[in-house]
């Protein structure tokens, strides 16, 4: 009954519950991510949707793998998922009126013990060029539609077919270029949490 109670719980929910569990006050989780208190108060309320990144680092100050908050799993040797079966996340917009323009859909969101984070992610033309950098690594193939890929200063559009593979510790971008709708399979590994 209780693995009932926890599908149900938000994002923000679970965050906020395993950050409790921990014994941390929102301003420890602060500084462990150096993401500033009222983003993570928004975050914990489910009023806006942590980027990727965020997750990564979220992630890393609970002990916790980055996929856990997006759908905790189960133990078990091999998970399927049937087309538009997926756990979706959107972020489109935050509390400053910006559009974020992405939404993530998680390719193995009941494999308990995955080292990998399968991602496809749906990007729309943005207002923002919101950098994100984490421990690990990225790799993307485009689907569909057309990438700007920056990594540092180095800048790549990329077109389906095209795949990119990079150190995500190094403040990086990934957006729609031009194109109304793009998609990427995203492969994140954070290593082991």
Do not use: W
């Not at 917009?93 to 494999?111: I, R, T, V, W």
């Amino acid at each position: 009954m209780e693995a009932v109670k926890e599908r149900r719980e938000s994002l923000g929910d679970r965050i906020r519950r395993v950050r409790e569990m921990r014994g941390l006050t929102i301003r420890d989780l602060s500084s462990r991510t150096g993401m500033d208190i009222d983003t993570l108060r928004r975050i914990e309320s489910s009023k806006v949707i942590p980027a990727l990144g965020q997750l990564v680092r979220l992630g890393r100050a609970l002990d916790m793998k980055m996929g856990y908050f997006i759908s905790p799993g189960i133990d078990q040797p091999m998970t399927v998922v049937r087309k538009h079966e997926g756990r979706r996340v959107s972020r489109y917009g935050d509390a400053k009126g910006m559009l974020y323009g992405y939404s993530y859909e998680s390719l193995a969101p009941e494999k308990a013990d995955r080292l990998m984070e399968p991602f496809i992610i749906t990007l729309r033309p943005t207002e923002t060029e919101e950098f994100s950098s984490h421990i690990g690594q990225e790799f993307l193939y485009v689907l569909e539609g057309e990438v700007k890929v920056q990594v540092g200063d180095h800048v790549e559009f990329l077109e389906p077919g095209d795949a990119v593979y990079y150190d995500s510790n190094q403040p990086h971008l990934v957006r729609c270029a031009g194109t109304p709708i793009t998609k990427v399979l995203a492969v994140l590994c954070t290593g082991s949490t």
